[in-house]
């Protein structure tokens, strides 16, 4: 009897354990159920807000076979905002002179903190009204005097109409400018030309082994029967290829340099709309510049914070007054930076407009000194130090397509993704990346597969070490009188959207540099001293 309860305590104290065991391995587990359960990406229509803090997944590792839905989800999101537009005859596309512009609510006196609103009536060549949206328009308040300016936000009703806002933040004689950049047509072509070929631009590739130098083809995708050289990045696949030069191995590419390809996916019709005339036109050139007046002096200002990581973007971001940036939902403060970059460690990468920063801090601290790296070319890696403060700042390419008519070395080349990989991270590492203006020319797919990597290696960074900052730097608008099929600026805006989206579920800074050129009004890709100097007081805020 006794034996017989000691046997059922026993099983009791083992039933008990098991339990405890399993509870135990359920509350571990919970996060991984539920993001196993996690829905799938949306663009929310793209109206981008930054989310604060973030739950990181336990596992973010993301095999190659789950990239492809996701590059296929935002590829036919996309799809969806730009949908076909075929014409007949250019007199049937949006005109900027035939359409017209009405101010709502017109009145005598403007006031500082006011809205002014503009109706947008968009007709063709011959005065018919249009009846679908899908116009690329850039709107811009200025005062050329004050040295200030603001971007407008553009509504599209879908319907041939616009509702144009914009905000008139500072007193003085206000310029009102709205540039019907490409109509809906063109925007259509530019869509479709652009995801149908790689080859806009020609790469040729140098081999060198021993005496012996050799040019190939190289590309993106290369459509050759010859032998051709892989450089594949095996996790995140992404590669580039070379046509093999015979009797020398793969691994002795040692430089690159590219040029425009004499090729075109538009028609002769379409290639018309992008003529230097038709593009940018002015909608407003009728309307008198207005005065804004103060009004109300004894309305408080409310006193914002200082701009940090999380807070909630608007469109405008905010507006420029005597050349300096002032953002709408926070503030920034001076800071004197060699104080603020004291014993930190910054990552630039990307392309030449992230460059510019590392030029703009060199010249900026008389104690920061150049290291000779001994690499050679353009695009060759950047490192200043100064050893008294502790600073260290370094430029570093992004990985192909990499344009540009001047030899640059690929001895060093690698993907960002890579370089975050190596990166071991903690508070006082400061990671600024940038891409784009190289993506331009070809199939979006390429962007959005770069920044779903770059998105995942760094949220394996943030996963090992969250108090790294990493901040995305936007693309700046550029000049208007470049080949537009390669460089519109609507290229560059559609991987604008992509990559507020693919990022909002990071923490991670956004520079609005697209709100902040067009604000400043520069079309340059790379924009004055004053713009630099305005986008690095921002990282100095977020990291001081």
Not at 247 to 271: D, F, G
């Amino acid at each position: 009897m006794t034996m017989r309860i000691a046997n059922h305590k026993s099983l009791l104290v083992l039933l008990f354990i098991i339990a405890s065991w399993i509870t135990f391995a359920v509350i571990q587990n919970s996060t991984k159920l539920w993001t196993v359960l996690k829905l799938p990406l949306s663009l929310h229509h793209w109206n981008f807000i930054t989310k604060t803090h973030p739950e990181l997944p336990l596992n973010p590792a993301v095999s190659p076979a789950e990239t492809e839905p996701r590059i296929r989800r935002i590829v036919e999101k996309l799809d969806q905002l730009i949908p076909p537009r075929p014409f007949t005859n250019v007199s049937c596309t949006t005109s900027a002179t035939h359409s017209r512009a009405s101010l709502l609510s017109p009145r005598d006196t403007h006031c500082r903190g006011d809205q002014l609103d503009v109706l947008l009536e968009m007709r063709d060549h011959l005065g018919r009204r249009k009846e679908y949206g899908g116009d690329f328009l850039r709107a811009r308040v200025s005062s050329p005097a004050l040295k200030a300016g603001a971007s407008g936000k553009v509504t599209d009703f879908n319907n041939g109409t616009y509702l144009v806002s914009f905000t008139l933040f500072w007193e003085g004689r206000v310029s009102l400018s709205v540039l019907l950049i490409h109509p809906s047509e063109g925007v259509s072509a530019l869509w479709r030309a652009r995801n149908q070929g790689y080859d806009r631009v020609i790469f040729t590739g140098h081999f060198s082994r021993g005496t012996a130098q050799v040019n190939t083809d190289c590309a993106l995708v290369l459509n050759s029967s010859a032998e051709l050289c892989e450089y594949l990045d095996t996790r995140d696949q992404e590669a580039f290829y070379c046509v093999k030069p015979p009797h020398i191995p793969c691994a002795a590419l040692t430089h690159m340099h590219s040029k425009n390809k004499n090729v075109s996916y538009l028609s002769k019709q379409e290639r018309s709309l992008f003529e230097r005339s038709n593009v940018g036109v002015e909608m407003m050139a009728k309307f008198s510049a207005i005065t804004v007046s103060k009004c109300n002096s004894e309305k408080t200002v409310p006193v914002k914070r200082q701009c940090k990581f999380g807070m909630a973007s608007t469109i405008p971001s905010g507006h420029v007054w005597k050349d300096t940036w002032n953002p709408v939902s926070c503030s920034l403060a001076a800071i004197e930076m060699k104080e603020c970059l004291r014993g930190k460690f910054i990552y630039l990468l990307g392309d030449s407009t992230i460059r510019q920063w590392m030029e703009y801090f060199k010249s900026s601290i008389n104690t920061l000194k150049s290291v000779d790296l001994h690499e050679s070319g353009k695009f060759q890696k950047q490192l200043a130090v100064d050893l008294n403060e502790n600073i260290n700042i370094q430029w570093q390419k992004h990985g192909y397509p990499l344009i540009g008519s001047l030899t640059y070395s690929v001895k060093e080349i690698e993907y960002i993704a890579q370089v975050i990989d190596r990166i071991g991270g903690e508070k006082n590492t400061i990671i600024v990346i940038s891409l784009g203006q190289h993506f331009r020319p070809f199939p979006i797919d390429v962007f959005i597969r770069r920044a779903l990597n770059i998105h995942d290696a760094v949220q394996r960074l943030l996963l090992r070490s969250p108090d790294t900052v990493v901040i995305i730097k936007a693309e700046n608008i550029r000049e208007m009188n470049v080949d537009m099929e390669r460089f519109s600026d609507f290229h560059g805006y559609i991987q604008y959207l992509a990559l507020k989206d693919i990022f909002q579920d990071l923490t991670v800074g956004i520079i609005d540099a697209w709100d902040i050129t067009i604000a400043y009004g520069t079309n340059n890709v790379h924009p004055p001293q004053s713009v630099v100097r305005n986008q690095i007081n921002i990282l100095l805020n977020f990291i001081c």
